[in-house]
């Protein structure tokens, strides 16, 4: 009898106990995904080499989304379902526990529905206490749930400023919702590395009013038809009586972007250079408030400066003149004729 | 024998003209067209002479005498006036002296001519008023000639003209003394003059 007792209560603890264990999950790697790697519960994956800027081509199963001062490297995985049928569900909740070194530029983002939009990822949580939902309550029976892991990479500049590589560790807990965690496992997220580079665009763009810059080969800027008269000038072109001729003139952006660097400003020059093939009759000039206007530099060893103090993601206005000579007699040109302004942004 | 042969590569690949990472250094290209044409302008304005008539920039140019007579009585408005030859007989002249500025550029000439006809003449009154035209100050009534009304045979205004160079010209009407019963021979008209400036 005592025998049969203790038989009963062994058989009693089994069945209580198998339900509680029987959830799990395996991260595999999603078909447009980056590769998930590592062994069963010590996963381990990476973004590689990143930007504040999100420019260059991400790597395979990548996408960047714009974020409020920086990118999201953003890449969608599977969480395989198992030992989840009937009234058992598996529950999946993550933390990262340890975090980047560089956590003021580096940040682990999590996504689990329209994930296209940067807005919809969400901070995962730092703390093992309120982990973030991956498989929220009430769980999921035996399937393949697809969800996005995100790195926020900032796009600061100064003292603050990292690059190099840096790595996190995410903690998953996997339950049945209400009950105690069942699993924990960890995904690292070093391999690739996380590798934060420095970035730097600049872009000429139309301002108000002005002519139009097109993104042609790199930009483009068409004064059209002028003459020496200044008859007729086309729209966002002012023309004005120089000293010789006409100057046509239009306002335009530079626009410096710049990220991971730790001085906070650039340095734009530019130099004209392929100059006009009559350039007795036409030049380029420069001017920062569209009254006053010097010789665009034909040297690119001695540039013109246009700003010294260049920050990241505020637009510079300038004003480009064309001078046209009024020039009459033999040997006179019309037709059509093209420069190439050269910029370079430069962050120490 | 073997060989080994390390190959190393560098991270600042991604690079394009407008953008860069792993780099602190861009230079895009602004690459900047245009089409110079020739141009051609002619403006008309006030002359130097204290008392010359304004020249109002109304379709395209215009000017006005005022009240004129063929006695010469009415104080010119604006410019002078000759009194007739012959009071009754032959007719006065209010006229002014203006200002003619070709402007041209990009042709291959230096220089322009001008030439000017009555492209509508006086109406109402063109029985008594005639447009009179000189290429110097007129020192009498006989110093104007009448300007042709023909644009096949325009009056010349000025030849090998420079651009830029403004010249000054006389322009004026005559008022003869007719009296009549059956035409009209006082009160408003006007006339319209074409200028024709050419850079060959």
Redesign the interface.
């Known amino acids: 009898m005592r025998r049969l007792t203790l038989r009963g209560m062994l058989t009693c603890m089994v069945l209580a106990a198998t339900p509680a264990f029987a959830q799990d999950i395996t991260l595999t790697t999603n078909a447009s995904g980056i590769t998930i790697g590592g062994s069963q519960g010590a996963w381990s994956t990476g973004f590689g080499?990143v930007?504040g800027?999100g420019?260059?081509?991400p790597a395979t199963g990548e996408t960047i989304l714009s974020g409020t001062g920086g990118k999201l490297y953003s890449s969608p995985y599977d969480i395989a379902i198992t030992g989840s049928t009937g009234s058992i569900k598996a529950v999946v909740k993550a933390y990262v526990s340890t975090n980047f070194a560089h956590n003021a530029i580096l940040q682990v983002y999590s996504c689990l529905a329209s994930c296209g939009s940067a807005a919809n990822h969400t901070a995962m949580s730092t703390n093992s206490g309120s982990p973030t939902n991956i498989v929220p309550s009430p769980g999921q029976h035996n399937s393949t749930v697809t969800a996005r892991l995100a790195i926020f990479v900032s796009s600061q500049n100064g003292a603050s400023a990292f690059t190099g590589a840096d790595s996190a560790t995410i903690t998953l807990l996997v339950s049945d919702g209400n009950g105690p965690v069942v699993h924990t496992y960890t995904l690292t997220l070093n391999n690739p590395t996380t590798?934060v580079?420095?970035?730097?665009?600049?872009?000429?763009a139309t301002a108000a009013s002005g002519r139009t810059?097109s993104a042609?080969?790199?930009?483009?800027?068409?004064?059209?038809?002028?003459?020496?008269?200044g008859?007729s000038p086309g729209v966002g072109l002012t023309a004005t009586g120089v000293s010789g001729?006409q100057l046509y003139s239009t306002p335009y952006l530079l626009q410096p972007s710049f990220s991971s660097?730790s001085s906070t400003t650039g340095t734009l020059t530019g130099y004209v250079?392929t100059d006009?093939t009559?350039p007795s009759?036409?030049e380029?000039r420069d001017s920062s408030n569209g009254s006053s206007y010097s010789a665009i530099s034909k040297s690119s060893g001695s540039q013109t400066t246009f700003t010294s103090s260049a920050a990241s993601a505020s637009t510079v206005t300038r004003y480009?003149g064309?001078f046209?000579?009024?020039?009459?007699?033999?040997g006179?040109?019309?037709?059509?004729?093209?420069?190439?302004?050269?910029?370079?942004?430069?962050?120490? | 024998m073997a060989a080994l042969v390390l190959i190393a590569g560098t991270s600042a690949g991604a690079s394009a003209a407008t953008s860069a990472v792993n780099a602190s250094t861009v230079s895009p290209t602004l690459q900047v067209s245009v089409t110079v044409q020739k141009a051609i302008a002619l403006t008309l304005s006030q002359g130097a002479t204290a008392g010359a008539c304004n020249v109002t920039t109304a379709s395209d140019y215009s000017i006005s005498f005022g009240n004129v007579d063929a006695l010469g009585i009415n104080t010119p408005t604006c410019g002078a006036s000759f009194l007739p030859t012959t009071p009754g007989v032959s007719p006065s002249a209010y006229y002014t002296d203006y200002k003619l500025t070709p402007m041209f550029t990009n042709q291959s000439s230096t220089t322009a001519t001008v030439t000017a006809y009555v492209s509508t003449n006086f109406a109402t009154l063109a029985s008594i008023l005639s447009v009179v035209q000189a290429s110097s100050a007129p020192a009498n009534i006989g110093a104007l000639s009448a300007m042709s009304t023909s644009s096949g045979s325009p009056t010349s205004i000025g030849t090998t003209l420079a651009s830029g160079t403004a010249i000054t010209r006389y322009i004026g009407v005559t008022v003869q003394p007719t009296n009549s019963g059956s035409s009209t021979v006082s009160g408003s008209d006007t006339a319209t003059i074409t200028y024709t400036m050419t850079v060959p």
């Open positions: 080499s930007n800027l420019l260059g081509t590798n580079q420095t970035a730097v665009s600049l872009s000429v810059v042609g080969s790199d930009f483009g800027l068409s004064y059209g038809t002028v003459n020496g008269l008859i001729g660097f250079s006009f009559h009759q036409l380029l480009l064309l046209v000579a009024n020039t009459n007699g033999g006179v040109f019309t037709g059509a004729d093209s420069a190439t302004v050269t910029y370079t942004l430069v962050v120490p």
